[in-house]
């Protein structure tokens, strides 16, 4: 059964960065796109990220473009969320979801995604 698993959150001070993992087992995710949301408290979850199956397409919310950078190992199985400059606003559960198409279609909804892991904190203090 395909499990994600992200990783790698934390509190951090405003402007300071952080690198979130996401391990994918169960299958290789060698043909599906990847794509970060997150869920700010008290609001819904939205997109942040999306990066196709080959890795050569990204895609980026207009709140995070120029300082998080999304990528992929897919000999590991493993997808990453680079986030740098990190705002209070940043503050939210991030999650990694799989899509089957592959190509990031649709990717600012949840709908489009299969496969989600349990979460990550990232909490950032002004």
């Known amino acids: 059964q395909l499990q994600l698993v992200e990783s790698g959150g934390g509190l951090v001070q405003s402007g300071g960065s952080l690198t979130l993992s996401c391990v994918a087992s169960?299958?290789?995710?060698?043909?599906?796109?990847i794509g970060w949301f997150r869920q700010p408290p008290g609001k819904e979850r939205e997109a942040v990220s999306c990066?196709?199956?080959?890795?050569?397409?990204?895609n980026y919310a207009d709140s995070v473009k120029g300082r998080f950078t999304i990528s992929r190992d897919n000999a590991k199985n493993t997808f990453f969320l680079q986030m740098n400059s990190l705002k209070p606003e940043d503050t939210a559960v991030y999650y990694c979801?799989?899509?089957?198409?592959?190509?990031?279609?649709?990717?600012?909804?949840?709908?489009?995604?299969?496969?989600w892991g349990q979460g990550t904190q990232v909490s950032v203090s002004s």
């Open positions: 990066i196709s199956s080959s890795g050569g397409s990204t």
């Open positions: 979801a799989a899509e089957r198409l592959g190509g990031c279609p649709r990717w600012i909804s949840i709908k489009p995604f299969d496969y």
């Open positions: 169960g299958a290789a995710l060698n043909d599906y796109g």
